[in-house]
């Protein structure tokens, strides 16, 4: 089977910097991507790791370690409107490429 | 360009009634993909299609059909709604393979089955 796990809730203060991991287990790996979600939104796309090692775009950072089927989402100089729920998503190696969620992080930024 | 487009944005249904959501996209992507979310749920797969003429089954598909005959729509159809398939309902598409793997999201359909 497929699963993934991440923390269900994360409070973090503006300016600050937060992680969110995510572990995984799938019988086939191609790559982990990360999505954000607003209230009431359509999830859009944040990074994408196919390989070991970080991936930066601006304030957000992606990691994966594939050896220990792990990464993380790491969010910089933290702004009330990246108040969101953030999903990790495996896609599978194969034809189909067919991307398995996490059950999402809500992420709490307070002033 | 539209990007993905769902309709319709709200729908209310009686338990039994038939309906078909529809997915449409102008970005020329060849996968696309229906998922459903739940309250404090992550999004779960209920079908797919690599391209035209092309599905396959998700983690979730019973209770649903879908049909894949242009590259550009891809509807999904409750066959006979029950209130287990009250909803939000997302439809995806991207590049198959993708380029960084980024799937591009329609606005979403909140079903409501009564």
């Known amino acids: 089977g497929q699963s993934l796990e991440q923390p269900s809730e994360v409070t973090a203060v503006e300016g600050a910097i937060v992680q969110i991991n995510c572990t995984y287990q799938?019988?086939?790996?191609?790559?982990l991507s990360w999505y954000q979600q607003h209230d009431g939104g359509a999830p859009t796309f944040l990074s994408y790791?196919?390989l070991d090692g970080l991936e930066e775009t601006g304030r957000f950072s992606s990691f994966l370690s594939r050896s220990d089927s792990y990464g993380y989402l790491l969010l910089q100089e933290l702004q009330m409107k990246d108040s969101a729920s953030y999903f990790c998503?495996?896609?599978?190696?194969?034809?189909?490429?067919?991307?398995?969620w996490g059950l999402g992080t809500s992420l709490a930024v307070n002033p | 360009n539209a990007g993905v487009t769902q309709t319709p944005k709200f729908q209310v249904l009686k338990t039994g009634q038939s309906m078909t959501l529809q997915c449409a996209q102008d970005?020329?992507?060849?996968?696309m993909s229906w998922y459903r979310q739940d309250p404090g749920m992550g999004l779960r797969l209920i079908h797919y299609s690599v391209g035209a003429g092309i599905t396959d089954q998700g983690e979730v598909p019973n209770g649903y059909n879908v049909s894949r005959s242009t590259t550009e729509d891809f509807p999904l159809r409750l066959l006979s709604a029950a209130p287990s398939q009250t909803s939000v309902y997302f439809c995806a598409s991207s590049h198959f393979p993708g380029h960084r793997e980024t799937q591009y999201f329609g606005p979403g359909t909140r079903l409501l089955v009564l």
């Open positions: 970005m020329n992507h060849e996968y």
């Open positions: 998503a495996v896609s599978g190696a194969g034809n189909n490429r067919k991307l398995i």
């Open positions: 799938t019988s086939g790996f191609y790559g």
């Open positions: 790791n196919a």
